[in-house]
């Protein structure tokens, strides 16, 4: 079974640049999540996809983050413009249903701001 | 909100025993998540618990107690591949249950 893909793997912009981030989640899993994780820290969520639809957008800055899903399937992560503090891997993570099972990350998007 | 607290950092040898504890503190509690990250890669999932009570898979054990907050890993037979973030996680049902992670243990073992 083929696991989660994430591209690019690797990402280096200047600020105030823009960046997208691309992720194809396991096949049949309804929830994707989008992560944040800086270096040193846990993983912290961004966004959660059930479908295509967007339930829980609260810790997305959104000023200059956005996600969308829009066929269901794969999704994308935007920022626009970046700040230094933007810099971190972006990890993106599948799972059958919000409420059951583990979650499945792909191997993220490692993004340096200079 | 959420509120998970472990230790930054922790040593063991190599052979031995080490216990990761972590407290938490969640409005909607629903199922407590381990994850082993190695340096550059993504996390991988250890183990779930949603009732108290110790849940084993080999070298791998978890306990919960929710009256506590409490969960600890517990890993024996330790192997150098066992150097790692050690991350736990909560699932809120009131946060759209979602996993909430806490800033990961980093486990260093020496020979």
């Known amino acids: 079974e083929a696991g989660v893909a994430q591209s690019p793997r690797y990402k280096i912009i200047e600020k105030r640049q823009s960046v997208a981030f691309w992720c194809n989640p396991i096949?049949?899993?309804?929830?994707l999540y989008w992560y944040q994780q800086i270096l040193g820290q846990g993983p912290k969520l961004l966004i959660q996809?059930?479908?295509?639809?967007?339930?829980?957008d609260s810790q997305l800055p959104k000023d200059r983050f956005s996600a969308e899903r829009l066929k269901g399937v794969d999704s994308t992560l935007k920022i626009q413009p970046a700040k230094l503090e933007d810099s971190a891997v972006y990890l993106c993570?599948?799972?059958?249903?919000?409420?059951?099972?583990?979650?499945?990350f792909g191997e993220g998007s490692r993004l340096t701001v200079l | 909100g959420q509120n998970i607290d472990q230790p930054t950092e922790m040593t063991a040898t190599e052979g031995a025993i080490v216990q990761i504890n972590c407290t938490y503190q969640?409005?909607?509690?629903?199922?407590l998540f381990w994850y082993q990250q190695h340096a550059g890669e993504a996390p991988t999932f250890l183990s779930y618990?949603?009732?108290?009570g110790l849940e084993e898979k080999g070298r791998f054990s978890s306990f919960l107690s929710r009256s506590k907050g409490y969960s600890y890993l517990l890993l024996k037979e330790l192997q150098m591949k066992d150097s790692a973030s050690y991350l736990c996680?909560?699932?809120?049902?009131?946060?759209?249950?979602?996993?909430?992670f806490g800033t990961g243990t980093r486990l260093t073992v020496i020979p």
């Open positions: 096949s049949g899993h309804a929830t």
């Open positions: 969640t409005s909607g509690f629903n199922g």
């Open positions: 996809f059930q479908n295509n639809g967007v339930v829980d």
């Open positions: 996680a909560v699932r809120d049902q009131n946060g759209a249950n979602n996993l909430f």
């Open positions: 993570a599948s799972s059958l249903a919000p409420q059951a099972g583990e979650l499945f």
């Open positions: 618990n949603v009732l108290d």
